[in-house]
């Protein structure tokens, strides 16, 4: 691999000086750059010195970017001068869908893309574009944030029509996927009312269904069960009105009694682990909340966890069990 | 809870699957003697030592180009780590430290950049000032015009500070840059111990870091505003935006206690949210940072660190057994067991291959050391006072080109016997609590607000409050 000829030794970037990071050279944990990395910084302290913006500026701070996309100064500078020299955005777009994709963990490549829209105000193309970079991973932090940004901040009935068939798709090819499951929140309950959506008890109806339906297929699914407490909360709704729907996960599989069906309240499917220990939790909750005697009965469904079910968070049931009980005393 | 399957198994669940795979504690080899520490599970000091003296005076491997634009928090995991460790550096390197970290205050903008140049940014001036809260103390033996903290220009670093505010009480984290929980929290922990909280600062920023509560319990990375006082959480909860997002909240409910009226944050959501970050006996009860994610070294503070800020936030004053709701005892041994590179420094879990190398970075050696320090506070009690010998380098050359083949380690001044340093997982709860084994290294306690040891934040805080050293803004 050749390396690319460095900026000291091409005649059209000899008006610029060169200025070195340190003036002392002795800093504590030096980083050993390349030479490829030093040639390009300098030169960019350079740039920055005489505050010049042109297309020059482009090139060197896209090497700079290729070489470190955390370079947040880079991003920065060439931001401005994108402005400055009224360069077109959608073409800077195209190569941040290159560099995204390489570099997907990076906070710059996103909020960069962010800055851009915020000009270029086309919020459709993005979703369409962020769909494609799940492929490579379903559950990146900063796709995700800026997905949710692009929505609540164009907040088009357009650009909302589609994300309830996108997360269910992605749910469909992981069950598991929490970012997945958070969207779904986000976008449902979240982020206003969108259109068809309006009739919020029929929306909150679907919304059980599809979580009860979840948990019966994988009742061992943490994202599941805190949607469900997620929903329920969120309209202040007590725990009890799915009991009859939480109970049966709470016993184990020859405990099973459940032969017909029911579509309000789904039964554990026959491959599932039980008693679920998040059922178990959860009808706990369902005590605690009805108090008086119904307290005793949750403390000994939070000793079944922390002796039994749950035992790596034993010291987390005894607090439940301590504060259950101070409840009841006061 | 998430390696059940349910026979169904999907792509997180099969990587949860391999994940559990790797976290074994390692067996001894049949001779006792031969064990290595790490295969004892037992913090190897002196290798971990050699590994932050040789990046620190030496220097840093090319792959750490990716850093460059964090150069405060090389030296903050660094100096910080040894902070824990009990290890301080000489004067001679303090004030070397000291002298690189000042010529990253952006002389035009006011904040500290990632490095000699660079555009000011919220990050890496927490970075720089807990960097200097470790290396920068006035000496009393000489008058203050030379100490450090003198020449943090805090007007400036003020005005840069309101530059990045946000109507909604949000702050961005530089000049046209991103707005999230984490530039919130360097920002109110840098304003915390150089008293700069002001009312005029923190207006409306409580509302914001609570809008970034997740149904989860935990926070997201940062919130819009949806209108009539609702907000949207940008991301799903996550342990280290939790971090931030807590002692955010912390810092503001001390200097700024809300009324009653105001809306707070859904503390028992958190807790329970909390406590199922952490794993299992499958996954050495390590945490992992959002819910069906894998674990990984760097959460045992993000996520372990939280509830020493639960009791700061709730007044309870040190860990009294019962009120401890976590396992620090299992935490202990994913950091000793897991974490622990053979090859010194931490990391965030084993890698795949016996073969396959996976690096050990600044970043987690520091976030498994603070985890392994607030583990061992939760398991006992013990002094808070720090203690400190001092690590000199080698050779007086320091030349990152001449020394970069050497694999020499600094020595030590000290002359702590590996005996005398070693932690040993306390596996069961101790019946004298005060009193830790001979061979256990307790390392110094750590202030969950700043990740500082509370001698160093203490001293800081207190200088900056002195009279005559009020800034009027």
């Known amino acids: 691999m050749t390396e690319p000829t460095r900026y000291a030794d091409r005649p059209e970037w000899s008006d610029v000086l060169p200025v070195e990071q340190y003036e002392n050279a002795n800093p504590l944990a030096p980083i050993f750059y390349t030479n490829e990395y030093k040639d390009a910084t300098n030169y960019f302290r350079g740039i920055i010195k005489t505050g010049e913006k042109s297309q020059r500026v482009l090139e060197l701070t896209e090497h700079i970017i290729r070489l470190n996309p955390a370079h947040y100064t880079a991003w920065q500078y060439r931001y401005e001068t994108l402005l400055a020299i009224d360069s077109n955005l959608e073409d800077e777009l195209q190569l941040m869908d290159e560099l995204a994709i390489t570099h997907l963990k990076t906070y710059q490549v996103w909020h960069h893309r962010r800055l851009l829209m915020l000009k270029i105000r086309k919020p459709a193309a993005e979703l369409v574009f962020i769909a494609k970079t799940f492929k490579v991973d379903a559950k990146n932090y900063h796709t995700w944030s800026y997905r949710q940004w692009l929505l609540a901040y164009f907040n088009d009935d357009e650009l909302w029509g589609g994300e309830l068939d996108f997360v269910e798709d992605l749910l469909y090819a992981d069950i598991r996927n929490n970012s997945a499951w958070h969207h779904r929140f986000f976008t449902v309950f979240q982020s206003g009312v969108h259109d068809g959506e309006e009739n919020r008890e029929r929306v909150l109806k679907r919304e059980l269904i599809y979580v009860k339906q979840s948990i019966s297929l994988v009742p061992n699914n943490a994202s599941a069960w805190n949607y469900i407490r997620g929903i329920l909360e969120h309209h202040s709704i007590p725990y009890s009105r799915v009991t009859t729907f939480v109970q049966p996960y709470t016993l184990s599989m020859d405990e099973q009694t459940a032969d017909l069906v029911d579509l309000d309240n789904p039964p554990p499917s026959k491959g599932a682990h039980l008693p679920c220990a998040f059922a178990i939790e959860f009808f706990a909750d369902i005590y605690e909340a009805e108090g008086g005697d119904s307290m005793l009965k949750a403390t000994e469904l939070w000793k079944s966890l922390g002796n039994e079910y749950d035992i790596a968070r034993k010291k987390y049931w005894e607090h439940r069990i301590r504060e259950g009980l101070r409840a009841i005393q006061t | ?473």
């Open chain 2, 1 to 473: 809870m998430v390696q059940i399957d349910d026979n169904y198994p999907t792509p997180t669940s099969v990587t949860q699957r391999s994940t559990v795979a790797l976290l074994v504690k390692p067996s001894p080899p049949s001779s006792s003697s031969e064990s290595t520490p790490i295969q004892s599970g037992i913090l190897d000091t002196n290798l971990h030592l050699g590994y932050l003296g040789r990046h620190l005076l030496q220097g840093l491997p090319a792959r750490y180009t990716s850093q460059d634009a964090s150069q405060p928090w090389l030296l903050f995991w660094s100096l910080q780590s040894l902070s824990l460790l009990k290890v301080e550096l000489d004067q001679r390197n303090k004030t070397k430290a000291a002298e690189g970290i000042l010529a990253m205050q952006n002389s035009t903008e006011g904040g500290f950049g990632g490095g000699p140049g660079q555009a000011a940014h919220l990050l890496p001036t927490y970075a720089a000032v807990c960097s200097l809260a470790i290396v920068g103390a006035p000496d009393p033996s000489t008058p203050d015009l030379e100490s450090p903290w003198t020449l943090i220009d805090r007007r400036a670093l003020y005005m840069f500070f309101l530059s990045l505010k946000h109507p909604d009480g949000s702050f961005r984290v530089s000049s046209n840059g991103e707005v999230d929980v984490r530039g919130v929290y360097c920002l109110l922990a840098v304003a915390k111990l150089l008293n700069m909280m002001t009312e005029e600062l923190i207006k409306g920023t409580r509302d914001w870091v609570r809008g970034c509560q997740t149904y989860e319990g935990g926070f997201a990375s940062a919130a819009i505003g949806i209108g009539e006082g609702q907000w949207a959480p940008l991301g799903e909860a996550h342990g280290g935006y939790t971090f931030c997002a807590l002692a955010a909240w912390v810092l503001l409910e001390l200097d700024f206690p809300s009324s009653s009226a105001e809306k707070k944050v859904n503390l028992k959501n958190l807790r329970r949210w909390l406590v199922q970050m952490q794993g299992g006996e499958d996954e050495l009860c390590g945490f992992r940072g959002r819910t069906n994610k894998l674990v990984d070294g760097c959460y045992s503070w993000w996520v372990g660190g939280c509830f020493e800020l639960l009791d700061i936030l709730e007044g309870r004053d040190g860990a009294r057994k019962e009120d401890v709701i976590w396992n620090p005892e299992g935490l202990q041994e994913y950091i000793l067991y897991a974490a622990q590179h053979p090859a010194g420094g931490l990391r965030d879990k084993p890698p795949k291959q016996v073969l396959h190398t996976r690096n050990s970075y600044m970043y987690h050696t520091l976030y498994n050391l603070a985890g392994l320090s607030t583990a061992q506070y939760a398991c006992q009690s013990r002094p808070t006072s720090t203690s400190a010998s001092t690590l000199t380098p080698s050779s007086d050359s320091l030349d990152p080109t001449s020394s970069r083949s050497s694999s020499e380690a600094p020595s030590l001044a000290s002359s702590t016997s590996a005996s005398s340093t070693q932690a040993q997982p306390s596996s069961t709860p101790r019946t004298t609590p005060s009193s830790p084994t001979p061979s256990a290294l307790t390392l110094n306690a750590t202030d969950p607000l700043f990740n500082l040891t509370k001698t160093h934040a203490e001293a800081m805080i207190k200088w900056f409050r002195e009279p005559g050293r009020e800034v009027y803004w």
